[in-house]
């Protein structure tokens, strides 16, 4: 019945997991997505457990970003403290569970996002950074970095129509959604770019050919990989 | 008027300029009879024409709703929570309580960071981690902590209101009792250590809430008294006298005649 009793917060970079972690990161077209999941099949195929992690993903949060986007709810400060939220949930329930049991984890967008985000929303650095001290450090973060026209033009011809708040439009920077896309994703990728050697990401050219990508991603996995990872976790059917 | 003083990094695209309201913030354990004396200053400070904005913990237009779902479903992780909290706090920070700061109102909180603080710190968060993520906070004009003499008191009191012990004020996420009874009081000797620490941190004028609510009540209203006419030539020109419990002094209070001060603040600004 003393506090000695109840789990201390661990922080970045002091988890401690028989699991590994691998995270995509990336603007918005720059293949991460169809990277990771690539990886996914590759990992499953050769009898690995994995686990695959989505951002915004939590339940206990999902109504109220939905509503808060819809109703335009948000300040630059409540569209962090709610994403962190959601990160909380998905390590404390997603994450931090199967890498303590020795599987695999795939993250599909990972603190850096928010990083890049929310700075270039107009949060402070350093206070960002403090908010997500909790998160467990990836074994790799890989940054796919594409020049910013390839992901524009990767996206508009994805998606004809610009969310409010993925075009940066609560910023008033521009009346017109496109420039203001622009304007937004130049900054996030300003911020991505410092965090490659802050948090020592490991950059992968986006430009390359989809094959070319996936086996640099899968050399640079296969060093943290043990045999004896297949035998951690067996996977419900 | 006063300056904008945070606790640590301001808002972003905040601007910060002095505002003529007051922030006055009470604090405590579950059950010490925050709510009642929120109440009472309110029906107070209003019949001596000042207009007020009382707000609270999960009240926020964003989250509050998804937080009260959350805690139904007993669902919520510990670092979940946390955030979840510090959001439903950073909505009614930036859309509630500074606007009205700002047009002169009197802000009363029930409950401000330091509970939020307590229940994380006393769920293993790391207290330097919580205090960075409120250093968005501004420092109010003043903390009142009523504080009661004894966790066993409290429990008599959350029992005598009618309403019995509630899951996560007994904190039973963590495991600390048997039963809601035991489990409520190690929580809440935990939280009370907590608060007992930061009290001299952030400067809490402490009260003792074992007292009849009346007493309690007398107190708060001579404090607020005094910090409402800290700078009383602000905007009002007459002065009325405050009902005086027992007692206080009569005071000056600036008052709003007819329409609250924002309409003479918004003259002074167009003139």
């Known amino acids: 019945m003393n506090r000695d009793t109840i789990p201390r917060m661990i922080s970045y970079g002091h988890h ?3 699991g590994r972690l691998f995270v995509v990161e990336g603007t918005d077209g720059s293949g991460k997505s169809t990277q990771l999941g690539l990886l996914y099949q590759w990992l499953k195929a050769e009898g690995y457990p994995v686990f695959f992690s989505e951002w915004n993903s939590s339940p206990l949060v ?3 970003t939905r509503r808060a986007k819809k109703r335009r709810l948000f300040t630059p400060t409540t569209f962090s403290l709610l994403h962190a939220t959601d ?6 329930r997603n994450i931090i569970p199967p890498l303590k049991a020795g599987a695999i984890v795939l993250a599909d967008r990972y603190i850096y996002t928010a990083f890049a985000r929310d700075v270039a929303r107009g949060c402070d650095r350093a206070w ?3 908010v997500y001290k909790f998160a467990v450090k990836p ?3 890989f940054f796919f970095r594409a020049p910013l026209d390839v992901a524009i033009d990767r996206i508009a011809s994805a998606r004809p129509v610009l969310k409010y708040y993925e075009a940066g439009m609560d910023m008033d920077w521009s009346d017109d959604e496109e420039e ?17 050697s802050e948090f020592g990401l490991t950059a992968i050219d986006a430009t390359q050919s989809i094959r070319t990508q996936q086996r640099q991603m899968r050399e640079i996995v296969g060093r943290y990989l043990k045999e004896k990872l297949k035998e951690k976790v067996v996977l419900p059917k | 008027m006063k300056e904008m003083k945070f606790y640590g990094t301001a808002l972003p695209g905040l601007e910060i300029e002095p505002y003529s309201g007051k922030l006055i913030v009470i604090e405590g354990t579950d059950g010490v009879g925050r709510s009642t004396h929120v109440a009472l200053l309110r029906t107070w400070l209003e019949s001596g024409g000042h207009a007020v904005l009382d707000t609270g913990m999960t009240r926020s237009i964003l989250a509050g709703r998804g937080i009260k779902d959350a805690r139904e479903g007993h669902t919520l992780g510990r670092l979940t929570m946390q955030l979840y909290y510090a959001t439903d706090f950073a909505d009614r920070l930036e859309n509630q309580m500074l606007p009205a700061l700002r047009a002169g109102f009197v802000v009363l909180t029930d409950r401000y960071i330091y509970s939020a603080i307590a229940r994380a710190v006393v769920r ?6 919580v205090r960075s993520i409120y250093g968005m906070a501004l420092v109010p004009d003043a903390v009142f902590y009523l504080r009661m003499r004894s966790t066993e008191e409290l429990a008599g009191r959350v029992l005598g209101s009618g309403s019995g012990f509630d899951y996560w004020e007994s904190g039973m996420d963590l495991g600390l009792g048997n039963d809601y009874y035991d489990s409520f009081i190690a929580y809440q000797k935990q939280l009370l250590r907590e608060f007992d620490r930061m009290t001299g941190e952030y400067g809490f004028h402490v009260i003792d809430a074992s007292r009849p609510v009346r007493r309690v009540a007398a107190d708060l209203r001579r404090a607020v008294a005094r910090i409402i006419e800290e700078e009383p030539a602000n905007s009002g020109k007459e002065s009325v006298k405050v009902e005086s419990p027992e007692k206080i002094k009569s005071t000056a209070v600036p008052t ?3 329409s609250p001060r924002i309409d003479s603040q918004e003259k002074a600004k167009s003139a």
Do not use: N
Not at chain 1, 87 to 92: H, I, V
Not at chain 1, 180 to 196: N, P
Not at chain 2, 124 to 129: I, R, T, V
């Open chain 1, 128 to 130: 960002v950074r403090e």
């Open chain 1, 139 to 141: 074994t790799v973060g």
């Open chain 2, 256 to 258: 709003l005649k007819e």
């Open chain 1, 62 to 64: 999902k109504d109220t």
């Open chain 2, 124 to 129: 293993g968060a790391d207290p330097e981690w």
């Open chain 1, 180 to 196: 203001s896309f622009k304007m937004f994703q130049g900054k996030i990728l300003d911020e991505y770019d410092h965090m490659v």
């Open chain 1, 87 to 92: 990160f909380a949930d998905r390590t404390e």
């Open chain 1, 16 to 18: 401690r997991y028989p």
